[in-house]
């Protein structure tokens, strides 16, 4: 029963995260067709062929990439942005996404992404960052200047972080990617077990119970092969009796 319950959970474990991609990847696929279609319907009327909507829609995001590329629509999506970018609470929202995406954008001028190990001095701690500032400038009065950097630590399963401020010759440069980095992350850098690298114990030996005489208790009797100390065999035999006084 044991190794059933252990292979069902193997089979579980193995086929889960194959069948929940596939699934998203489906359900994403789908709904992005659909809202394809539905801008694309006056257009292409009742004519339809599965995977249009998917192709026509990637064509779109490849076109509006090319127009933000250009200085003039550039200046129009400024003016299009100053709903989200002024409004109190969407202004949050949108913020914080827009910045979230810049980061990981590959056309992107920020240098900074990179993943290090915060070190602190005198501690035997290491934590695994991603620098996110390189520099003091623009910041407001009051944080402690110098040659510092901004390190965000991101938590396991994604629940959070924290930015530090620390020395630069605190953190070290590491060869991972940032997207290796936060997926390591999410799973709080769990690692696989590895059953073939497992130390062998070591063998019992029997050496030591074959040469080492077993104790003897002190009220133990003496064994019967043994010469007794009260009865030595080697004695003269004792005088003849006379017969009467001399």
């Known amino acids: 029963m044991t190794r059933l319950y252990k292979y069902f959970f193997r089979g579980l474990i193995t086929v889960l995260p194959l069948?929940?991609?596939?699934?998203?990847?489906?359900?994403f696929?789908?709904?992005?067709?659909?809202?394809?279609l539905t801008f694309l319907r006056p257009f292409i009327g009742g004519f339809y062929v599965p995977g249009m909507g998917l192709a026509l829609g990637i064509l779109g995001i490849l076109a509006i990439g090319y127009l933000v590329s250009k200085q003039r629509v550039?200046?129009?999506?400024?003016v299009v942005e100053m709903p989200f970018t002024n409004l109190p609470v969407v202004?949050?929202?949108?913020?914080?996404?827009?910045?979230?995406?810049?980061?990981?954008?590959?056309?992107?001028?920020?240098?900074?992404?990179?993943v290090v190990i915060l070190r602190v001095p005198g501690q035997q701690l290491e934590l695994v960052g991603l620098v996110t500032r390189r520099s003091m400038e623009g910041l407001?009065?009051?944080?402690?200047?110098?040659?510092?950097v901004a390190v965000y630590l991101p938590m396991g399963y994604m629940i959070g972080g924290y930015t530090v401020f620390v020395p630069q010759d605190w953190v070290q440069p590491i060869q991972m990617s940032v997207e290796e980095?936060?997926?390591?992350?999410?799973?709080?850098?769990?690692?696989?077990?590895?059953?073939?690298?497992?130390?062998?114990?070591?063998?019992?030996?029997?050496?030591?119970?074959?040469?080492?005489?077993?104790?003897?208790?002190?009220?133990?009797?003496?064994?019967?092969?043994?010469?007794?100390?009260?009865?030595p065999s080697d004695l003269p035999p004792a005088p003849p009796r006379s017969g009467g006084p001399v």
Request: no cysteine; net charge neutral; proline share 9%.
């Open 19 to 27: 069948a929940l991609t596939i699934y998203l990847l489906y359900i």
């Open 29 to 36: 696929l789908a709904w992005t067709e659909a809202v394809a």
């Open 74 to 78: 550039q200046r129009f999506l400024t």
């Open 91 to 114: 202004k949050s929202i949108y913020s914080s996404l827009k910045s979230f995406a810049d980061y990981f954008s590959p056309s992107s001028k920020n240098t900074a992404q990179q």
């Open 140 to 148: 407001p009065e009051g944080f402690t200047q110098g040659d510092r």
């Open 181 to 231: 980095a936060m997926r390591s992350s999410l799973i709080a850098w769990m690692a696989r077990a590895e059953s073939n690298h497992r130390p062998a114990a070591p063998a019992a030996t029997d050496t030591a119970a074959t040469d080492t005489p077993a104790p003897v208790p002190p009220n133990a009797a003496p064994s019967a092969t043994a010469p007794s100390a009260s009865a």
